[in-house]
């Protein structure tokens, strides 16, 4: 349901591109728009990671550089029948998470320094599958494809204010001064609307699916919980220099993007933690996730990851 509802979501993101093509007419900024949309797009699709992951200061690390956070995705990747992604380590202090990639073979996660010290490893194990649910359902390409079309709908909005006035006499084309001021100002709204809107779909789905990976809904509850008091407080200064990355994290990196529904990137915290608890009670567990800590050195500077032997509690699956 949730995968049908983001179709159509993205359905209606194209049809208002259409609306303003038509508002606007058939100019030669009209074609022009076009072509660069098309060409975005498909750049996009091969480099989107690569972009996102150098705009939020990203480092990959091996299993030698961070023996503990790269098991924990190995067991929880195996779990989820994906192939191994890549792990990235984000140098920010606000605890957070996102994955990024076209497709499950070219996918990556990444998880920030704060996010390790901050929570514990069963629920930094509930974060990463959460990310491995994106990854397995293909979101981050949804995202692309939904952020690219948003930008394409930005920048038919500003050709139709260079162009859409000259028309406003022509007795054929689109609306003129009304069309122009509507494809300006009306159209990036909706647009920004709907893309916050499939964020928010996948993300419910995220939850859900990632906790029937890890098999531990409230490791995942838990961390929601810490990381959305956590994130209020400490900036994300390479999130808010790139806003258009914020629906990509497990929870909002912004500063400025408190508002709830149409507005927001993402879905309320305490009804994502709801379904998690209620997710949990339907599989007959009730017990919180431990207090152990990720195991980073103090002095690791802008760049610290586990050191630790990285196995599971109790060795394999989690149970």
Known sequence: MNFFRTMLLLAAMTALFMAIGYAIGRGPGMTIAFVIAAATNLFAYWNSDKMVLAQQDAQEVDEKRAPELYSIVRQLAANANL??????IIHSEQPNAFATGRNPNNAAVAASAGLLRMLSKEEVAGVLAHELAHVKNRDTLTMTVAATIAGAISMLANIGMLFGGRRDGESGGGGGVIGSLLAVF??????????MAISRTREYCADHD??????????????LRKIDNAARQIPNEQAEAHPASAPLYIINPLHGGGMDNL???????????AALVEQARQMGQTQEPSAARMNVRPDAGPAPWGSGQGRPSGGGRWR
């Not at 009306?186 to 893309?195: C, K, M, S």
Request: hydrophobic residues 45%; without cysteine.
């Open 83 to 88: 192939p191994m992604p890549r792990v990235y």
């Open 186 to 195: 009306v159209a990036p709204l909706a647009a920004g609307i709907i893309q």
């Open 263 to 273: 507005f927001s990137t993402h879905p309320n915290t305490e009804n994502r933690i």
């Open 210 to 223: 990632g906790a029937e990976i890890v098999q531990r809904p409230l490791w995942l509850a838990s961390a």
